[in-house]
C-alpha cells in the first residue's frame, strides 16, 4: 500500500517535473525571440547610423561646392563687359579657375532663355528637367545629378541666381560627380568595412559612387541600385518599399534574411529644397555590425542547447532506470524470496496459462491455512513461523505433478493449483501432507500442534473467471465455517455456499435501509442463576427482519460481513440504544427489570471513541451503575490484550461491567483470567456440547470455573440445553446459566411477558 502511494505520488513529481521543463523551455524561447528581435532592432539602428553619416557627410561636401559655385558667380557679376560675347568668352575663362573648383561645364540663364559659354542659345528642352525646375526656385541649390548630353557626361548641377546684372539672372555650375560625391577623411572607415557595401546613389538609383564593397558583391559605379539588390533579395515588398524611399530621399533600414543569414539594407537619402538628390545605401550582415549582441545569443543558445541535451540525455537515462528497475521489479515481485516459492501474482499468471492450455482438464484452485496464524504467530516470532513455512512450501511442492503449480499468498497462506479426475483424488493429494504438516510441527515448537485447514475451488464451477477471484472463492469456502467440512478440514465451493454469496450481496446492499427502517430488532436471551435460584438478567441479541417474508435473518448470517465492511460498528450503536430505550421505559411503567449483557465487537471496541459513546448513551438514559455489562469476545482478548485491558479500565470508571464471551473457544490462557479484570467470564457451549463425555475437558472445566470464582468473576455457561447440565454445573461451582433449558432468545414484547410470568411464579 505505501509502496503504492509512494509511485503514485514520485508520478506526479515526474509530471510536476516535466511541465515546468516545458514552462522553462518556452519561456527561454520566447525571452531568446525576444531577445533576438531587439538584437535585429540594435543592428538594424546601427546600421542607419552608418548611412546616416555618410548622408551628412554629403551634404558637408555639397554645401562646400556650393560656395564655390556662389563664388563664381560673384566673381562674374562684379565685373565690366564690352559685349555679350565678351561676357561668355570671359565666364568661360573664369570657370577654369582653380579657385572655383574643377568645374566642369558653365551655362547661364538670361531673361528665361539658357545659353551656354560660347553665348549660344541653349535648346532648353535638352536640358535635365531637375535644373530647370531648380532654376525657376531662384535660390542657391544643389538640382543633383545630370547627365548631360552634350559633353555625355554625369555631372552634379548648382544653380546660382544673380540679381541686377544685365548679362545674367543666374548660373548653373557643374562639376564631376566624383568630385561632388565624396567623403570626407572624418568619415571613418570602419562604418563601412563591416559591410557588403556602402554607395550613394542618385534619385534614379544610379550608383554614383561606391564608398566600399566586399568581393563577393558586384556592384559598379554606374550600375543600378536596384537591379543589385534584386540579385541579393527576393524579397519584392522590401525592394519596392526600399526604391519609394530612395526616390523620396528617406531614411529607412530593412533586414531580410538572404541564404540563412540576417541581412540588413538601410538607405538615408540626401534632399534639397525638398526632393531627392542622394541617398547613401549600405548593405550589411547583421551579425558583423552588431557582433556583441549576436555573440551573447549565441553563447545563450549554445548553453540552451547542452542544458537541453543534459535534460534530454537524464530523461532518457531515467526512463531506461525505471525500465529496468519495473524489470527487476517485476521479477522480485515473481518470487517470495524468504518462503522460496512464487507470489501471488506470478501464481496467478502461471495458473490461467495453464489452465487455458488444458481446456479438457478439470483444475482446483486450493488454498491452505495456518489455522490461528495470528495468535501462534505471537507465540513463537517470526522467525520460527517462517521456518514452519518453509517447510509446508517443501511439503506442497512434493505432491505437485506436471503442469501444478504451487504459489504463497500471505500469512501462513498457500495457494495449489492441482487437476483431479474425481474430488476424492484431492482428498487422497491433501490429506496426508496436512497430517504430515501436524507431525513435523513438532520439530519447530513444541507449544502447539500446527492445525491446518483449506479451501477448495473447482474451475467446473465456472463462477469466476480470472485465477484472483478462485482464490477468493477458496477462501470463501474455507471461512463458510457453518458448512460441513468436505474431507478433513476442507471445504469445497458449492452451490450453497454460492448461495450465500449471492445472500451476502443482498445483505451489503441493504443493510443502510434496514438500519433506517428499524429492520433489526433486539432479542433478549435471559440467564439464570443456578446457585441461587433466582433470575441473573439478560444478554441483547441482534435479528434482521425481513418483513416481506415475515421473518428473521440470524446475526450469524450477517455479522462477519459486517465485520469486513465495519458495518457492524453503526449495529452495534444501534442495539445498544435500543437497550437503553428499553431500561429507561421499563423504569418509568416499573415493569420487573434485570441487568443486560450487550456485545461489543472487536471493530466497534476499537474504534477511538468507543468508551465515550457508550459512557455518552448511558447518562442520556440515565442507566444506573453496575447495570449494563459489555461482552468482549475471547479472541479480542489475544489480538490486543493490551488494548482490552485499558477498555476495561476505562469502562469499569464509567460504571460498565465487563464479561469474556465465548471463554474457551479458542486459545483461551490462564493469563487472560489473570490479567483482564474481567467481572464475568462466558464458558463457551463446546465445554458442555458433547454430554462431558472426556475425563479431561471436566477437569479443565472444573478448575477454570474455581479459578474464576477465587478472582471474584461470575462464571455463566451458555448454551445450557438440559437439566442434567444444569445439575453438573451446579455441582461444579458455576452460579449462572444461559440457554434453551431456560429461554430463547425473545422478542422484547415476549421477553417483559417472560420476566412477569417469572414475577408471578415466585
Ligand atoms: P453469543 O454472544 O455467544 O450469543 C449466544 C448465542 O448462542 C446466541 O446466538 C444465542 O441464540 C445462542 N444460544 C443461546 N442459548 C442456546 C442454547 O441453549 N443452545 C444453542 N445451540 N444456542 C444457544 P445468536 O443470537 O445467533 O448470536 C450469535 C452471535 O452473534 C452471538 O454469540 C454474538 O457473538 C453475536 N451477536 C449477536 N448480537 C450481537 C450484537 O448486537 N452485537 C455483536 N457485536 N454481536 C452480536
Ligand atoms: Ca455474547
Ligand atoms: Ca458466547
Known sequence: MKKKSSGKSRGYFLIIMCLVCVLMIGSSFAMLSNYSGTIERESGEVALSFVEGAANNLKSSIDAFKMKAKSLADTVAGMEYESDIDFATRLHRLSKDERFGDVMFVRFFNNDKEYDVSGQVFESEMEAPAVKKTAELRTLSCAGVIADRQYNLSTVAFCVPIDGFDYADMLVVCYPVTSVVTYSASYTTENYENSRFVAFCAAQGEIVRVLYRDENVDVQQHGNIYEILRNEINDKNILDGFRVNVEAGTSEKYTVDVAGDKCIISVCGVRENGN????????????????????????????????????????????????????????MNDVNKAVGCYSRSKFERVAIEIISRNKATSFAIVVIDINHYDYILEQIGTETMLNIVRHLKVLYNGILGLDESLGYIENGRFALLLHYRQVGDLADRLLPVVALATQHSSQFTDSFSLVLQGGIYTTDRKIADTVTKMIDLAINAENATKFPCDFGSFRIYNETLYASNIQNDYIETHMESALQNHDFKVFYQAKYNIAEDRPDGCEALVRWYNPSRDEYMQPDVFLPLFEANRFIIKLDHYVFEQTCLYIQDAVINGLPLYPISVNASRITASEKDFVKFYTDMKHQYNIADGFITIEFTESFAYEDYDMLRSIVNELHKNGFKCSIDDFGSGFSSYNILKELPMDEIKLDRFFIKDGYSHDRDMKILSSIISLARDLHMKVTQEGVETQEQVDLLRKLG?????????????????????????????
Open 276 to 331: 531627392a538628390i542622394f541617398s547613401a545605401v549600405g548593405y550589411y550582415m547583421a551579425e558583423e555590425i552588431y557582433k556583441t549582441g549576436y555573440d551573447v545569443m549565441r553563447v545563450i543558445l549554445g548553453e540552451f542547447f547542452v542544458f537541453f541535451a543534459l535534460a534530454l540525455a537524464l530523461g532518457i537515462y531515467g526512463i531506461i532506470e525505471r525500465r529496468n528497475n519495473r524489470k527487476l521489479l517485476s521479477t
Open 734 to 762: 458455576c452460579q449462572v446459566v444461559q440457554g434453551y433449558y431456560y429461554s430463547k432468545p425473545l422478542a422484547l414484547t415476549d421477553y417483559i411477558g417472560f420476566l412477569s410470568n417469572e414475577k408471578k411464579l415466585k
